[in-house]
């Protein structure tokens, strides 16, 4: 069926749809596995009082991410280590998580993932840009 055919019998219904204009979707779970969307299309539907959101795009799975995105090997909200941390060695204690995703986006080994993560004080777009 033709999408403006499509789109013209919705509103007769009284289906409103509307494409939302998201950078990331996060779906936090009971186990805290959390879905992480980067990048997704959401289309907001509404019928007669009733929305409803389809997500599509392939979700990433992150241990816990939380409302502020990824992980960091330190909370602290911005990702940051401060020196009393560093110097304890909190940034050996990168999650492998994090150090699979920098791999993924940036396209290195783990290894060099995990140094520039370490270089990075765990902040995740530092070392992907880092690498980039």
């Not at 997500?55 to 280590?81: H, K, L, Q, W, Y």
């Amino acid at each position: 069926m033709n999408p403006r055919k499509m789109k013209q019998m919705m509103k007769q219904m009284g289906i409103d749809v509307e494409e939302l204009d998201a950078e990331r979707v996060v779906i936090e779970t009971a186990d805290g596995d959390d879905l992480v969307f980067d990048d997704a299309q959401v289309t907001k539907m509404d019928a007669q009082g009733q929305e409803t959101y389809q997500i599509v795009g392939s979700p990433e799975t992150v241990a816990d991410a939380g409302a502020g995105g990824s992980p960091s090997a330190v909370e602290g909200g911005d990702g940051s280590v401060d020196a009393t941390e560093r110097d304890a060695g909190v940034t050996d204690a990168i999650p492998d998580e994090d150090v699979a995703l920098v791999a993924e986006r940036a396209g290195v080994p783990k290894s060099t993932a995990r140094e520039a993560l370490e270089d990075a004080d765990g902040d995740l777009a530092a070392a992907i840009a880092d690498l980039e």
